[in-house]
């Protein structure tokens, strides 16, 4: 996901109408304002308004004092480090507007409704319309038409078919999963301004895109620690933390614990590794996520089981208060691994039925 002021200078550059406004890195930087300012948190997630990362300030010390409260500040977990200072626009009435790849047609999907803002989420869902849009084809008479009346435009047909044109040309031709504006806004002078601008573009198309800088999704936590260590992290709600190679053995390692009543707390792919210090890291990872069990379950192959037991057996030296750890290892050197496991006291199952039977059991006492 883009960060909004990104999305809303690749709307102005397709003819968007968006807010005037300036990105700023330090309270200094906010010279002087023209009537009142929103001041916004560019992270990259949504959820802003509700979490205090969009304020409303009038005057140059108001400006300031809302800039400097939001930079370094945590906003949908990640760390403020840059502001968006831009004019309030004055709104008459907020509307919804998207368009995203609809999975089950296959195609993009245009959404709309005439009530948009922070609330669209819980919002009644009847009031959201979807228009499928065919990919060669784009945008044609009938969703003009029709999504004018689904925005209560009536009688600016014209507007909103040079705005669905507009941000059909910004998806396309940016390779884009989602363009979202929420809110759209109609002015009380009765412009159509984008008063933000959600744009997710697809990982694999990223090359094609190389002078935009796209910043890491996953926050300032453990998810984005386990990234950049080419760790896949992944949190969940239950409290078995589930540490497996390969993105089946993973699944596969959690459903068998759904399937005997076990929660996966998170989940973690370690991927093939020939390196001690990397299983190590993932499971002070893992355990810094405040699991009550630790479930390791590894195919040697290309990682050989020796290898985890030894990242393992060097995590747990260095932690005063280890989690419950229930192992099962198969394959390449699985024999020493489960020797190096037994002097240190740990049983390797050679079974994942009974590590998992052992993981739910644990989970369960605790
Ligand atoms: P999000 O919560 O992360 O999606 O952040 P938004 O950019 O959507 O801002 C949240 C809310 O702030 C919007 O729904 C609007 O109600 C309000 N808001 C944002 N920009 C403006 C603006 O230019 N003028 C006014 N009056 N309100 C705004
Ligand atoms: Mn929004």
């Known amino acids: 996901m883009l960060l909004e002021d990104q999305g809303k200078r690749l709307f102005r550059d397709h003819g968007i109408r968006v807010p005037n406004g300036l990105t700023v890195t330090a309270v200094e930087q906010v010279h002087e304002v023209s009537g009142p300012v929103m001041v916004k948190a560019l992270v990259p997630a949504g959820g802003r308004g509700k979490g205090g990362g969009v304020r409303r300030a009038s005057g140059v010390a108001e400006a300031r004092a809302a800039v400097a409260a939001l930079l370094g500040a945590m906003v949908s977990g990640h760390t403020v480090r840059s502001v968006l200072v831009e004019e309030a626009v004055t709104i008459a009435r907020e509307m919804y507007l998207s368009i995203s790849i609809d999975r089950s047609l296959g195609v993009p999907a245009l959404i709309a409704s005439g009530s948009g803002g922070v609330d669209v989420e819980a919002a009644d869902s009847s009031r959201l319309r979807r228009w499928p849009v065919h990919p060669f084809l784009g945008i044609r008479e009938f969703h003009v038409r029709e999504l004018t009346a689904a925005l209560e435009l009536e009688g600016r047909q014209r507007a909103v078919g040079d ?161 419950v750890t229930v192992v099962r290892l198969r394959g390449a050197n699985e024999e020493r691994a489960r020797e190096m496991l037994l002097a240190n006291g740990i049983v390797a199952h050679p079974e994942l039925e009974d590590a998992i039977r052992d993981a739910v059991d644990r989970e369960a006492e605790t």
């Not at 991927?271 to 893992?286: H, K, Q, S, Y």
Request: charged share 20%; glycine share 12%; net charge negative.
């Open 163 to 323: 705005l669905l044109e507009k941000l059909w040309s910004v998806f396309v031709s940016l390779d884009c999963e989602l363009v979202e504006v929420n809110p759209l806004i109609l002015t009380a002078t009765g412009e159509l301004v984008a008063a933000d601008a959600k744009i997710v573009i697809n990982d694999d198309s990223l090359f094609r895109h190389p002078d935009l800088e796209v910043p890491e999704p996953g926050g300032d936590g453990i998810e984005a620690a386990a990234r950049s260590e080419g760790i896949v992290f992944v949190p969940l709600e239950g409290d078995i933390g589930v540490i497996a190679n390969g993105a089946g053995l993973t699944m596969a390692t959690m459903d068998s614990l759904s399937a005997r009543g076990g929660h996966t707390g998170a989940f973690m792919d370690l991927g093939g590794t020939d390196d001690p210090a990397r299983v190590r890291r993932a499971f002070e990872l893992m355990v810094a996520s405040g699991q009550k069990v630790v479930l390791i379950n590894i195919f040697g192959a290309m990682t050989k089981c020796d290898t985890v037991a030894q990242g393992l057996l060097n995590a747990l030296s260095g932690l005063s208060n280890p989690p």
